[in-house]
């Protein structure tokens, strides 16, 4: 490969969430505190979603050449900077017709959902979801005041995560709702939606009036085999009802530098979202994040997001495989994309008699920092993160069969 993506990075000490935050006070996990780290392990990040990975060189090459200017002062948003936006959908979504118009920044997806819900969904009034759901899709609901209506969604006989059709169109009507959130591709399932799985959920969205807020920060992170249809792109109607929201952020590891961006083809949702925007003052982009996207969204970029994918997809074949011959009673489905496993535990507690919260403090104990994943809306599940060396994969897997799933009485 071009790039590298074995070499393990010390990220102690470098602010890191991921590393960090679990090391403080010297225990582990910020979910089930209080945790010890026993003698002689190491932390494994694999719960929050960013990345053990260095980055595509052109990002710190364009970062670092405009920090060479002593100069940071109120500035304006470059051509660069939107027509690398409009050249990355055309070749890797295949999107024609996007415009710098149609661009506009936000100070992270979850601030754009936000935007988006102080007026399509004011405090008192429904929004619906699939779930399994995000967490930060609850947490904006929440603190918008809205209510949520889940879309639970089923797995099929094969493992694959479905969306319920029949049961997404009663909810809407039942609840006479207005205003959705849809995530494409999803997560924490992985799903990457094929074309008439976006058509049959906006044919029914159409029907009833409803406006969807798209997050599709995961765009870029698809396994062979599967590709990321815009949510956008289905449908004369489904371009003008969406606000799309995009970011470098997962794709580069960027969740840093806070730099995201909306799609909004509808100028009266555009006009909404902007003045929603400009009643905190908030939204403003970042000088340097947006020559970060410039040196992300490249040629260069282009080969290196095709080589995190093919090292993600040997690193979720791996772990898959692994749960599927070591842990009796823990299920799992490869993701289409993302770099999230969603691992279903309820046979292997309800067998052993233990709780999510007792296998996460174990694998805390031995440094591997997973995720509850009942927040997510998975009782019984947990979330992984697998964008990391596959040394430390495979080193993670080898302590939970020794220390977890398969430990000695």
Request: aromatic content about 12%.
């Amino acid at each position: 490969m071009k790039y590298d993506f074995t070499t393990i990075i010390d990220r102690k000490g470098y602010d890191s969430l991921a590393v960090d935050k679990p090391s403080q006070d010297e225990t582990v996990g910020g979910f089930v505190p209080g945790v010890k780290l026993k003698e002689g392990f190491s932390i494994i990040p694999m719960w929050v979603a960013d990345m053990n990975f260095a980055t595509v060189p052109t990002i710190a090459k364009k970062i670092i050449e405009r920090a060479n200017h002593p100069l940071f002062g109120y500035f304006m948003v470059s051509d660069d900077y939107y027509n690398a936006i409009i050249n990355w959908h055309k070749d890797r979504y295949g999107v024609d017709g996007l415009k710098a118009e149609h661009i506009g920044y936000e100070n992270g997806v979850l601030g754009g959902v936000c935007s988006a819900l102080d007026f399509l969904c004011p405090p008192g009034e429904k929004v619906i979801l699939q779930s399994p759901t995000y967490i930060g899709f609850t947490h904006s609901c929440e603190d918008k005041g809205c209510h949520m209506v889940l879309n639970q969604m089923y797995q099929d006989e094969k493992g694959i995560w479905r969306i319920d059709y029949d049961l997404l169109e009663k909810q809407v009507v039942d609840n006479k709702i207005h205003v959705a959130i849809f995530n494409s591709p999803h997560n924490p399932t992985g799903r990457v939606w094929e074309k008439e799985e976006i058509e049959k959920v906006m044919d029914i969205y159409k029907r009833h009036d409803v406006y969807v807020i798209s997050d599709e920060i995961w765009a870029d992170i698809i396994m062979p085999g599967y590709k990321h249809i815009p949510t956008q792109s289905v449908s004369e109607d489904a371009k003008m009802r969406t606000i799309a929201l995009y970011a470098p952020s997962k794709t580069f590891n960027l969740a840093g530098l806070v730099g995201s961006y909306h799609v909004i083809y509808n100028p009266t949702l555009r006009d909404k979202v902007e003045r929603a925007q400009k009643r905190n003052h908030y939204n403003h982009v970042n000088v340097l994040s947006m020559h970060a996207l410039v040196g992300a969204y490249c040629e260069e970029g282009k080969e290196w997001v095709d080589e995190l994918c093919e090292v993600i997809n040997g690193n979720l074949d791996y772990a898959v495989n692994y749960i599927d011959s070591h842990f009796e009673g823990v299920t799992t489905t490869k993701p289409d994309g993302t770099y999230m496993l969603f691992v279903d535990c309820e046979q292997y507690c309800k067998k052993h008699n233990v709780t999510v919260t007792d296998l996460l403090r174990e694998g805390y104990s031995v440094g591997v920092v997973w995720q509850d994943g009942r927040p997510f809306h998975g009782e019984y599940c947990i979330r992984m993160n697998l964008a990391l060396p596959l040394t430390l994969v495979k080193e993670a897997f080898d302590r939970l069969d020794k220390y977890v799933f398969n430990k000695e009485a």
